[in-house]
């Protein structure tokens, strides 16, 4: 199991927002990271330090923090946007990183 | 532009080693942590460990202690990732991928190599 959890599923009509959680209580002291991953390619960065976007990700994906979860948002989900999706940060002894379990996230 | 070339697939009997190189471009090699991620087929990803390339310091998940070696080549701005005593359930795609610290050592993956498909199979 990991100690960040995230929802294994989450769906959103066309246009619409979704959010997507991850939880652990690493996340009190440290910021998480998202990574978008499809099929057959490797992740791409999305969202770090709470709520920053590299250059070339839409200004849609957003990122926030509060407590033991973090969250990525995508307001107005585009069919591009079906994808796994990722949250990293530190593990709760702040020395190893982990990964959440993934959320994969359906455009309907 | 950073580039992260990892060499090509290997297929392995469950007791042997395997060797993966990730070799780096476009910036300089010894100012940026290098991690190692792996996926399992229809799995998530699965933090390995970290080496600095300036130091050869590592850092090992619990989980690989004792069967991964993390070590790098500063002249070819190279790194590699040893398993060994390979089993079937190592098979997985093995990533190697630069990181970042933001904000209170926050840590971000910004560049990914293309992925080593491993295959572990009597």
């Known amino acids: 199991s990991s100690e960040l959890t995230q929802d294994p599923a989450v769906s959103v009509a066309l246009g619409q927002t979704v959010r997507i959680t991850c939880q652990g209580d690493?996340?009190?002291?440290?910021?998480a990271s998202w990574y978008q991953q499809k099929p057959g390619q490797a992740p791409v960065l999305v969202i770090y330090d709470k709520s920053n976007r590299p250059s070339g990700i839409p200004d849609r994906f957003s990122g926030s923090s509060s407590g033991n979860t973090a969250a990525l948002t995508i307001t107005g989900a585009q069919a591009e946007d079906e994808a796994d999706y990722y949250c990293n940060s530190r593990d709760s002894s702040g020395n190893h990183l982990v990964f959440g379990g993934g959320t994969k996230l359906t455009v309907l | 532009q950073v580039q992260l070339v990892q060499s090509g697939a290997e297929v392995k009997k469950p007791g042997a080693s395997v060797k993966v190189s990730c070799k780096a471009s476009?910036?300089?090699?010894?100012?940026?942590?290098m991690h190692w991620v792996r996926q399992a087929p229809g799995q998530g990803l699965e933090w390995m460990g970290i080496?600095?390339?300036?130091?050869?310091?590592?850092n090992y998940a619990q989980k690989f202690q004792g069967r991964v070696s993390m070590t790098r080549d500063t002249s070819t701005s190279t790194v590699y990732m040893e398993l060994s005593s390979l089993r079937s359930e190592d098979s997985a795609v093995y990533y190697c991928?630069?990181?970042?610290?933001?904000?209170?050592?926050?840590?971000?993956?910004?560049?990914w190599g293309q992925g080593t498909l491993v295959t572990v199979s009597s």
């Open positions: 690493s996340l009190r002291s440290y910021y």
């Open positions: 991928t630069r990181s970042l610290y933001g904000d209170y050592g926050s840590p971000y993956f910004d560049y």
């Open positions: 476009g910036y300089t090699f010894t100012t940026y942590y």
């Open positions: 080496i600095n390339p300036s130091s050869d310091v590592t």
